[in-house]
């Protein structure tokens, strides 16, 4: 599959912009369930199979809910975790970002989480990471 092309699932698009980033927009006025979460998976996985990659979720248009099923997939399932590097964040206010901190803290995710502001943050956050870890 082409980068730069967004996908649509049940609950929002996926689109590959790169060998390893895969980024997701979900629909804010829709609670995400256990199995949107899973059908995010398997398109991921047609995407890019399971070579590990760094998952940004543009949450610019609002904070998105999940059913507690759903939050307890994404933050505990090793399956995903596994090839999951970093997840990233995108939120447009400081509010968004304590929203999404607080969350952070009560779910505890297994993989390393950040909070930045636009796409081109988060793209830097990824190039920052690959460089760290070339050091390492």
């Known amino acids: ?17 790169s060998d390893d980033v895969i980024l997701a927009k979900y629909t804010v006025d829709r609670k995400l369930t256990e199995q949107d979460i899973i059908d995010i998976r398997d398109l991921r996985k047609k ?3 399971d070579t590990p990659y760094f998952f940004v979720l ?11 099923e759903a939050k307890k997939w994404v933050a505990e399932n090793q399956e ?8 990233i964040f995108i939120v447009r206010s400081w509010v968004m970002k304590v929203e ?5 803290k009560i ?23 690959k460089m760290q870890a070339k050091r390492a």
């Open 100 to 104: 999404v901190q607080l969350y952070l």
């Open 1 to 17: 599959m082409e980068s730069n092309k967004a996908y649509e699932f049940s609950a929002g698009t996926l689109t590959r912009i």
């Open 80 to 87: 995903s975790a596994n090839v999951r590097i970093l997840d």
């Open 47 to 49: 995407l890019i199979g």
């Open 107 to 129: 779910f505890k995710p297994i993989n390393t989480t950040i909070v930045v502001s636009s796409l081109d943050k988060a793209m830097e956050s990824i190039e920052v990471y």
């Open 58 to 68: 543009d949450m610019t248009d609002g904070i998105v809910t999940f059913s507690r």
